[in-house]
């Protein structure tokens, strides 16, 4: 091995972990890599790939012991496995204890609170049925957003409250009551930091989502946003990531109000999809990026080349086996489109298959051809 | 597999192959791989690896028959191997008969020749003996430059002969003499075709060669030619891959002379060493590219998203054994610098061990970081 002698291991082996993995390629870095299945992936190109469960702390730790730096390209691993690891002198990234606040959308919320972090004005509950109390006491404004404190992601964990009914049915764990906020667009960032402190800080990309499935429906680099709130949004990642010393790489995902307040919503300390384009459209990717900070090397740079909207190939609505991807010829034929098709076997509605990259000077041409493109495209049995 | 159900293989592990598995990962395209050991470049980075010797016909054919489509990344494989495949029904990439006509110096001149590409003027001679009687009798003029037929690549089997005594001591194989031409700059293009004629023409690069070792010093993207020139080359191209029905990729090397003569020199139907930038300075890669003929796709958009200077990593004098880099540090400190690093496990004097290639907008700019960082980057043990 050329760049480092250490041994860097990866908890979780899906698209994210595959990518990191192609991003070490070029400098022939040994990774290796633990998920449920060799089947998964990241598995054809990591050097090692390890069959089990992240989220046993036995096996998080037998993984580990083995190598010297451990990083996560998922949240829900065993957190008392990576603190175990790091109690045995491993490098973590990111650290445990960041993981932990991360995690519960509780401890996030008043971390940015504490911060000083601009964000939705929110209330912590333990459960749901404490939350109740204090609706029943007339002490919380309607509307508001509940969710779930724990492992809620991509819509799931969140709902719309106009009234004490629609409280129904909802999980009885830790919540939180969140402000409804108008907003205008939703941003996000990713910066890096290394060990010294070294900060590597990518443009800012506006995210579209789909009301639908509650999804990203597609991803614009850069945002179309004043250059003002651009630096904003960077001031306010510098201060997150200088505070708690974090090392590894943040994505930070960002409200932009009708009223032009900013927000920030919530973070994810690994590689993340708003940050797929930065393949094509960056000098250093978010995935070399991370790599960079878990070597502690000085962060890549981070100027964009060209333009370009990123979306998701999600399995489509009623299909369910081994996928397919119809269109792909049209695909094949546009200028400057880029196929990442992940390798996972099985296709169901809304999964996370592939993404679509296009790249290019103009975003209204880029724009065009996404739509004509999603015509055809098809995640397929 | 998504984009094809086709097996695809390709002969040779090194460092092109290695490119082309990475090239193939964002599609998670299942490549098979063949070469003499799993310790080669692009082991870890396809799906199946083969150890194999790709000189043999036997080999080559056991590694094909369960294959749809064979390539190669390098020339030197067994021929009678590749046409027993095609005999097979096998899609072999570049067809062997195109590829017997490469791997003969002779024949090749006559190819460019007969097709009324222009070339630099050449005799050809089934034997030094050969060469040596026309001398006696007058018939050749000195200087001139020998070259063997048969596995000249690098600076290996040139030699330039001011007189008879200079052919002491050289292989008594089959030989051409080329004329001695004043070269102004030494340019290359690579093209790629698919079945339905379709083609990618790629913007020609210039590349300085060091003397001492005879290998390529650095090449930069684009080349420092006038658009008529590089219009010249893409005509020749386009002439050579239609006429022959070419399908694959092809890396030619032309001399410009200093008489503004445009000579086309010697081709390789497969990724080269002077298209490695276009992983960073294009909107697709040579490997992607050829990965497109072999599935017969349209070619990918060419255009250059930004400048690049390309220069190989080579084994220093006097060290051989496992290879090390030094000065790493200031790579990564390099804004826009990229390290590919191919993981072969021994260094020794020159061996090509990796690139370096460094983009931006500015030409002069990147020389002085090239320069830069050639001062303290080398591969030792």
Redesign the interface.
């Known amino acids: 091995m ?2 480092t002698d250490l041994k860097v291991g990866i908890l979780g082996g899906g698209q994210l972990g ?1 990518m990191l ?2 991003a070490a ?4 870095l ?1 990774l290796f890599v633990m998920d449920k299945s060799a089947d998964f ?1 990241a598995a ?4 090692h790939f390890t069959e089990g469960d992240f989220n046993s702390e036995e096996e998080v730790i037998a993984f580990g012991e083995t190598l010297d730096i451990i990083t996560i390209e998922i949240e829900g691993v065993s957190i008392k496995g990576l603190h175990k690891l790091k109690s045995m002198g491993k490098t973590v990234i990111p650290d445990p204890d960041f993981l932990e606040i991360v995690r519960d959308k509780g401890r996030q919320n008043a971390f940015y609170r504490d911060l000083g972090v601009p964000t939705v004005g929110f209330s912590s509950f333990d459960s749901l049925k404490e939350l109740e109390k204090v609706i029943e006491v007339g002490n919380i404004r309607f509307p508001f957003v509940w969710k779930s404190r724990f492992e809620g992601y991509d819509g799931r964990g969140v709902k719309l409250v106009k009234r004490a009914e629609d409280l129904k049915g909802l999980p009885e764990g830790p919540c939180i009551s969140e402000d409804l906020v108008s907003i205008e667009k939703e941003l996000a960032l990713i910066v890096s930091r290394n060990s010294k402190g070294e900060k590597g800080l990518f443009d800012p990309v506006e995210m579209v989502f789909d009301s639908r499935a509650n999804l990203l429906d597609h991803l614009q680099f850069p945002a179309g946003i004043p250059e003002r709130i651009a630096e904003q949004m960077k001031q306010i990642a510098e201060t997150i990531v200088d505070k708690v010393g974090f090392r590894g790489l943040l994505a930070i995902e960002f409200f932009l109000t009708t009223d032009g307040q900013l927000l920030v919503n919530e973070m994810a300390p690994r590689p993340h999809n708003s940050g797929h384009h930065t393949i094509e459209c960056c ?2 990717s978010q995935y070399e990026q991370l790599l ?1 900070t878990v070597l502690d ?2 962060p ?2 981070t ?1 964009a ?2 333009k370009g909207i990123m979306y998701n190939l999600l399995g489509s609505p009623g299909y369910t086996g081994p ?3 119809k269109g ?2 049209q695909l ?2 546009t ?2 489109a ?6 996972k076997k099985q296709t169901r509605p809304f999964r996370k298959m ?1 993404h679509i990259l296009l ?1 290019g000077s103009d975003m209204g041409v880029l724009r065009e051809r996404m739509e004509r493109l999603r015509e055809g495209l098809r995640v397929v049995v």
């Open positions: 050329i760049v595959k993995c192609i390629a070029p400098w022939h040994e992936p054809p190109y990591c050097h000098a250093t960079r090397l000085p890549g740079d100027a080349s060209r996928a397919r991807l792909v010829e094949f034929a200028e400057d880029h196929l990442h098709w992940y390798g592939g790249a």
